[in-house]
């Protein structure tokens, strides 16, 4: 199969070849993902440690004094769009970005063509993604501290666009100025290749910035073992029984390994799995500074 091939292609070059242009995402968004279906509620929530967030949809404003409530922002599309506009940021060092051709570039990488239902269904994701507000709560110390913002300032791009020109998007997109000055300083290095080969599952694509993210951090040679109980709560709340998330979480995980080649992982662990010290998925040397 076609996605079988992709993955097995990326693996063998990321194995070989390192990358030369790394994707980035925010660190809370690797802990904390999007939702991975479509959800019936108007507000999402997600823990992990320390860290929670919550998700609150949006809504637009379809003529004077009109508007439409969208839904919440979720699957695989708007987990690709916040990897770029990440990347563009950090790339950049700037949260005003430039999306004239970068975005189609980015969009060919990834296999989401101009056009036809797959990209009416990422415009409509990316409505929703642009109106919607997060929520961040960190407890350390005994302390609480609280942040509310929104990944994207400006979305100004999917409601107007210029058919005259046929360009779908705008010249620049403007991340939150709150965003941007935590994503300076919290981005986390992604291999493009492995994004690529795992963008048709969402829950892959967590899994895989989760590790990229926790891997490189663990200290204890054998690792950390985390059971299935801990697994669900960190991935598995659209799942309405333990056994349906370990039947879908194993196959997610053994694609995410292929496409993070030195992660080191061990499924012989009974009642959970066991993550070690592993490499980051883009070497150091690779990282812009």
């Avoid at 995402?25 to 507000?43: I, M, N, T, V």
């Avoid at 407890?139 to 210029?162: C, N, V, Y």
Wanted: charged share 25%; proline share 7%.
């Amino acid at each position: 199969p076609r996605q079988t091939r992709r993955l097995v292609d990326a693996s063998l070059s990321i194995s070989e070849i390192d990358t030369e242009r790394p994707e980035y995402l925010h660190a809370l968004l690797c802990q904390l993902g999007l939702p991975r279906s479509r959800q019936e509620d108007r507000k999402f929530y997600r823990a992990s440690g320390k860290v929670s967030m919550m998700l609150e949809a949006g809504s637009i404003a379809t003529g004077r004094g009109k508007w439409k409530e969208l839904p919440l922002p979720y699957g695989t599309h708007p987990r690709l769009v916040l990897y770029h506009l990440c990347s563009e940021a950090v790339r950049s060092q700037s949260h005003i970005i430039d999306v004239g051709g970068s975005l189609r570039e980015f969009l060919s990488r990834v296999g989401i063509a101009y056009g036809g239902q797959s990209f009416a269904r990422f415009k409509d994701q990316m409505t929703a993604l642009s109106v919607c507000r997060m929520t961040l709560a960190m407890f350390t110390d005994g302390r609480m501290k609280q942040i509310s913002t929104a990944p994207i300032r400006s979305f100004e791009a999917w409601l107007h666009p210029d058919p005259q020109q046929g360009q779908l998007w705008p010249d620049t997109i403007e991340l939150h100025p709150d965003f941007f000055e935590t994503l300076r300083e919290h981005a986390v290095p992604l291999d493009p290749r492995a994004i690529a080969a795992l963008q048709h599952s969402a829950l892959a694509l967590d899994v895989y910035t989760w590790m990229a993210h926790r891997l490189c951090r663990i200290r204890k040679e054998d690792g950390v073992k985390l059971s299935w109980g801990n697994l669900r709560e960190q991935f598995g709340q659209e799942y309405k029984t333990a056994k349906d998330f370990k039947k879908a979480f194993r196959p997610a995980l053994h694609k995410v390994c292929a496409a993070y080649p030195t992660a080191r992982v061990s499924e012989l662990e009974i009642g959970g799995i066991r993550f070690k010290p592993s490499p980051p998925p883009v070497p150091k040397t690779q990282v812009m500074v």
